[in-house]
């Protein structure tokens, strides 16, 4: 169960559930987070919900079967959007526009990338610092130095920026140049790391596994939220099947499912969902019309010289070709 405490609850009150909870077999864990004060409460044992629910300090209670408690849609029936600042959100009944390269590479390609995502009207750019790489030879990023210029090029047009944190101890060096933490397919259940995040006040996307479960995606997304950070947004990017013919499987079943699972925002990734360049297209608006509330893909001036990923990147005329087609696709679907 989730019960919602009163802000201003006083010790003695709360001291008051927390004994009564036990006494009905409920073990209560508090979570306090940019937005409320809660107690999640986990026992087997069948309650007249009235015991608790006229006890002075509590807002309100809910009965939540899943395991994970506080990401479930079963307590929180309205939708929960982030709001990045600057009138960008991602929310339901919106759709976000994520791009950007693999890889910052340099000063020139993040102001030619800005330039031709202000051009299209996408407010968030997308780029790794930070690189994980499978091959310990290939290029690894520009590290915080390279997140400082990037950030500057972007406060100055007003782009916000989406990359990966790795490691625990990049948290509080990158804290003050990102708009959202993103915790990759190889992170997601690096539980150490969802911790930490759980205690910044910063948007984190969560990407699936690569070969994750979606109720997997939203246990991890479970730790975040119950370590206090109720900004979250979950990410399908595909995960790892016997198939060959492309790079990942992009599991668009998981949208709708999401959907109905949780009150978080669901992101497509159809550039690493399928990793092959012409491809990617059909699958974002395949994602559009699943019902994902933003989608994020890669773009590069010259995908051929890019760093990484150059397989699945799509130059800037295709995804301006895209945008275009996103826009007339997520038009289609609202007013269906």
């Known amino acids: 169960m989730i019960i919602q405490l009163h802000q201003e609850i006083a010790a003695v009150q709360k001291e008051a559930i927390v ?10 864990t508090e979570v306090k987070t940019q937005h409320g004060n809660y107690l999640v409460g986990i026992g087997k044992s069948e309650f007249d919900i009235r015991e608790l629910g006229h006890m002075e300090g509590i807002a309100d209670i809910h009965i939540v079967s899943d395991n994970y408690k506080l990401v479930s849609k079963k307590w929180k029936v309205k939708p ?64 915080i130095d390279g997140l400082k210029m990037w950030h500057k090029a972007a406060r100055e047009a007003g782009i916000k920026i989406i990359t990966e944190v790795m490691q625990v101890s990049q948290i509080a060096e990158m804290h003050d140049y990102v708009d959202i933490f993103q915790v990759g397919a190889r992170n997601t259940q690096n539980f150490n790391l969802l911790d930490e995040l759980g205690k910044v006040d910063k948007a984190v996307m969560i990407k699936r596994g690569i070969s ?43 949208i709708p499912v999401l959907k109905e699972k949780t009150h978080l925002p669901v992101v497509a990734d159809p ?32 995908p051929e010289e890019a760093y990484s990923d150059g397989q699945q990147t799509l130059n800037f005329k295709e995804s301006e070709t895209l945008i275009g087609k996103i826009n007339k696709v997520f038009a289609l679907r609202e007013s269906l």
């Open 19 to 28: 004994k009564k909870a036990l006494t009905l077999q409920y073990k209560t």
């Open 80 to 143: 929960t959007a982030i709001d990045l600042g600057d009138g960008v959100a991602i929310r339901s009944g919106d759709l976000a526009v994520m791009a950007g390269p693999c890889s910052i590479e340099g000063e020139e390609q993040v102001y030619k990338t800005i330039a031709h995502l202000k051009a299209n009207g996408v407010k968030i750019m997308r780029g790794g610092v930070y690189k994980p790489r499978s091959s310990p030879y290939s290029f690894r990023g520009m590290g």
């Open 212 to 254: 994750g479960t979606v109720d997997e995606l939203l246990y991890s997304a479970e730790y975040v939220f119950s370590g206090g950070n109720e900004k979250l947004i979950l990410c399908e990017r595909g995960i790892r099947t016997y198939e060959t013919s492309s790079r990942n499987t992009l599991d668009l079943n998981s």
């Open 271 to 302: 550039s690493h969902g399928i990793g092959i360049r012409e491809y990617v297209e059909p699958m974002t608006l395949a994602s559009i019309m699943a019902g994902a509330d933003g989608v994020i893909f890669e773009i590069h001036e010259k």
